[in-house]
C-alpha cells in the first residue's frame, strides 16, 4: 500500500512539473521583425502593438497625397510598435503616457545622399538634430515649431565593422514640446554598398529609460543588419 501510494505521489509530482514546463513554453516572449527584404531584423516584447501602418507613414512622411511624401514612403519600410494599450504614432516623440516605443526604418539612400553619407548620417537617420555643430543646435532650439529642447549626449559608440556594414549606437536625451526629459536609443548601420540606412530607435521617457535600462539594451543588441546588402 505504501508503495502504491508513493508510486502515486510521483507521478502526481511529475504531471504538476510536465504542466509547469509546458506552461513556461506557452508563447514567446519577443516578436521578431523583419523588413520586407528579410535583411533587417529585431525583436520587442511580445505585449507591445504593433502601430496602425498607414497612420505611421502620415506621421514619418507627411500628407501622403505629398509627391516627396509618395517618394520618400516608396524608397523606405517602416514599422513601428508601442508598449501603450493605444498605439498611436504620435508616441514617437513621447507624450503623457510614459510607455516605451520602438521605431524602425530602412531607407534607400538617393546618389547625392549616398556620395555623402557618413557616420553623422547614421547620428541623423531619424531625423532627430544629433550630430550637428553646436550654433545650429542652439539656432534650431531658438526656432518656433521645433520641439527638441536641451540637447544631452549620454553614449556615442561606432560599432565594429562587419562584412562592409558600418554603423553606430547613439544615445541621448532631449525634452520635446515641453514635457518630460525623453531618452532615445538609435542603433543605425549604413549597408555594404552604401546606399541604404537601416535604423532602429528605441524612446522612453529618461526616468523609464533607466529603470528599464537592461531591457532595451537587449533589444537594441537584437537590431541585426545581414551582410551582402545592396
Known amino acids: ?15 504538476v512539473m510536465v504542466t509547469v514546463a509546458l506552461s513556461g513554453c506557452g508563447g514567446s516572449q519577443f516578436t521578431y521583425v523583419r523588413d520586407d527584404d528579410g535583411n533587417t531584423y529585431f525583436k520587442i516584447p511580445s505585449s507591445w502593438r504593433k502601430v496602425d501602418q498607414q497612420a505611421l507613414d502620415t506621421t514619418v512622411f507627411g500628407d501622403q497625397s505629398s509627391a516627396t511624401a509618395q517618394l520618400e514612403n516608396q524608397l523606405s519600410w ?34 547625392e545622399e549616398s556620395n555623402q ?20 543646435r542652439k539656432q534650431l532650439e531658438e526656432t518656433p ?21 558600418r554603423g553606430v549606437r ?3 536625451n532631449y525634452r520635446v514640446g515641453g514635457g518630460p526629459v525623453q531618452t532615445f536609443d538609435q542603433t543605425a548601420y549604413l549597408g ?3 546606399t541604404t540606412v537601416h ?10 529609460y533607466k529603470k ?19
Open 78 to 111: 517602416t514599422v513601428a510598435y508601442d508598449a501603450h494599450e493605444r498605439p498611436e504614432p504620435t508616441h514617437l516623440l513621447g507624450g503623457a503616457e510614459d510607455e516605451p516605443f520602438v521605431f524602425a526604418k530602412v531607407q534607400k539612400l538617393l546618389p
Open 145 to 165: 515649431g521645433i520641439p527638441f529642447k536641451g540637447f544631452e549626449l549620454l553614449a556615442d559608440e561606432v560599432l565594429p565593422q562587419r562584412d562592409g556594414i
Open 199 to 208: 535604423v532602429m530607435l528605441l524612446r522612453c521617457s529618461a526616468q523609464c
Open 212 to 230: 528599464r535600462a537592461e531591457e532595451f539594451d537587449v533589444i537594441a543588441k537584437s537590431f541585426t543588419v545581414k551582410g551582402q546588402i545592396g
Open 192 to 194: 555594404q554598398d552604401g
Open 117 to 136: 553619407a557618413s557616420l553623422d548620417t547614421l547620428r541623423n537617420a531619424v531625423g532627430i538634430p544629433v550630430a550637428v555643430p553646436d550654433e545650429t
Open 1 to 15: 500500500m505504501e508503495r502504491s501510494r508513493a508510486r502515486l505521489a510521483v507521478a502526481v509530482l511529475t504531471a
Open 170 to 172: 547613439v544615445i541621448y
